[in-house]
């Protein structure tokens, strides 16, 4: 074989299989059309440059799975097994995009939440089949500080209308106020009186789940800078949150009167048709253990890893 297309070959294959890089994304990097992409990879396969594995510890998975569906009463759970070779964002995003491909359906209204596993998953979605009639909200404001602007709710809002064909609105106001009056103010907006209107109708909302244990993480001080949110975590028994709202390890919903959220009340949420849990990480074990308590969430996805330490906990609760 011709040593200059075997090099090709085995740097198309690094970019898919090491680096991560969705087809697309290689097409544009070395100006070859996607079909050709495909094709190559094919016989990188084919030739033995790419040999791929079967980790038969997978099959663990699905009872899993079935764990969750039937302690927490879920509808489905997606266990993605962890690989060391890739990156666990990768992973999530990758099997996520299945699971979204059947939620999804045409005249839908969907609604999202912000963060970094979120945004991931978003950005890996692609589309099986060509959409019509769907419209796409976020369920929350946008942060207090200067949060990268890929995790913000109306930046993903925006990437997902786009790859779904789909009308987006956006919320021009923070996910916390000081005082009830600002709240009822920046609600009578008109454009967010549009979005506002939209949370009665939303068939599927995706979101991510905080933690008590990230906030010291500068991505969490982003979106909640100059506000007294930590303050709930510090002096409550919370675990987590869904949309700034906090909940404890036995699912119990914390309400405070000294702040104000912009955001879809989670005793609504519990009235959207598909709830999609999207976390990962030890830091999230507990905060996961919590949400899927409230019996707010329909669907939880998160790596197999997680999932186990989330079970073990549970077993360990219930022999105390």
Known sequence: MDKKLLEELVYIAELYYVQGLTQAEISRRVHLHRTEISRMLKQARKLGIVQISINAGVENIVPLEDFFVDQFHLKGALIVPANREVNTFQSLGEF???????????????????????ANV?????????????TV?????????????????NKLVYTLSDKLNAKSEML?????????????????????AAVLHYWNSIDLALLGIGSSQ????????????????????????AVGDMLSQPFTIDGTLI??????VIG???????????????????YKVESIL??????????????????LAIKKLVESKSHM
């Open 290 to 307: 919590g949400a899927l308590r409230t019996g707010i969430l329909d669907y939880l996805i998160t790596t197999d890893i997680t999932a």
């Open 122 to 134: 978003i950005d890996q979605f692609q589309p099986t089949r060509k959409f019509s009639g769907n």
């Open 255 to 260: 309400k405070n009167s000294n702040h104000s």
């Open 172 to 192: 021009n106001s923070p996910a916390i106020v000081s005082l009830e009056s600002i709240k009822k103010e920046l609600i009578a907006n008109p454009n967010n």
């Open 137 to 153: 909200v976020p369920m929350i404001g946008g942060p207090i500080g200067h949060l990268k602007a890929n995790y913000q709710a």
């Open 214 to 237: 990230i906030i010291d993480q500068s991505q969490w001080q982003e979106f909640y800078k100059d506000t007294d949110f930590a303050n709930i975590f510090t002096h409550s028994k």
């Open 96 to 118: 996520s995009s299945n699971l979204l491909n059947k939620l999804i359906s045409n005249n839908t209204v969907i609604g999202l939440s912000w963060g970094k596993t979120l």
């Open 264 to 282: 879809l009340p989670l005793s609504e949420l519990k009235k959207v048709p598909n709830v999609v849990g999207i976390a990962d990480g030890k």
